[in-house]
């Protein structure tokens, strides 16, 4: 059961990651892919679980950590002017 949900969250993390941009021109957002932060846009889902981070907005871009690679950890999400990736 424990190698079922591991595996779920690595998916999950390379779903993420593909799904971010390819764009050169990334500003500086206060973190990388190779140190662990996601970058994507905000969905609805995300309003009601994050609602009370600065600046939220649907479809604003926001950079966050996962814990046990499925769950976003909320005290690393910060809105980002652009979805960056490296």
């Known amino acids: 059961m424990k190698s079922i949900a591991i595996l779920l969250g690595t998916v999950a993390v390379i779903t993420l990651i593909s799904l971010s941009c390819e764009n050169e021109d990334c500003s500086d957002c206060g973190g990388t892919i190779a140190q662990g932060f996601i970058f994507r846009m905000v969905t609805a889902e995300d309003l009601t679980t994050l609602g009370d ?34």
């Open 53 to 86: 981070i600065p600046d939220i907005e649907l479809e604003a871009c926001m950079r966050f950590k996962l814990i046990g690679g499925t769950e976003i950890e909320e005290t690393t999400v910060k809105i980002v002017d652009d979805c960056c990736c490296d």
